[in-house]
């Protein structure tokens, strides 16, 4: 399965932006999809992530800021961002957890301005 992050850009802080991840096949039989994101300088981590049956995971610096959702017919998987701050800019990828595919994408870089 290939992954192509979408939707980043230049933001302010406060505002909301919401970021697609389309995969080449069907992600029907993953069970569990997450976005991660790689902050200038740091490793990649996991922000959040949702299974099959829609039980999520954020981590804390996110919580009830973001909201992850998928989209099976569609093999879509979204990360809808609001109140962003500059804390949240980075490179933004999707991938299965916790075994991520080999091949992360491109992911989508995103900035958030002061």
């Known amino acids: 399965v290939q992954l192509q992050a979408s939707g980043g850009g230049l933001v302010k802080a406060g505002t909301s932006l919401r970021l697609s991840c389309a995969a080449s096949g069907s992600i029907f039989a993953i069970n569990v999809m997450a976005w991660y994101r790689q902050a200038p300088g740091k490793q990649r981590e996991l922000v959040a992530y949702?299974?099959?049956?829609?039980?999520?995971y954020y981590r804390d610096s996110v919580k009830g800021r973001l909201t992850i959702s998928r989209d099976n017919a569609e093999n879509t998987v979204y990360l809808q961002m609001n109140n962003l701050k500059p804390e949240d800019t980075g490179v933004y990828y999707c991938?299965?957890?916790?075994?991520?595919?080999?091949?992360w994408g491109q992911g989508t870089q995103f900035t958030v301005s002061s």
């Open positions: 991938n299965r957890f916790p075994t991520p595919f080999s091949s």
């Open positions: 949702i299974k099959n049956g829609g039980s999520t």
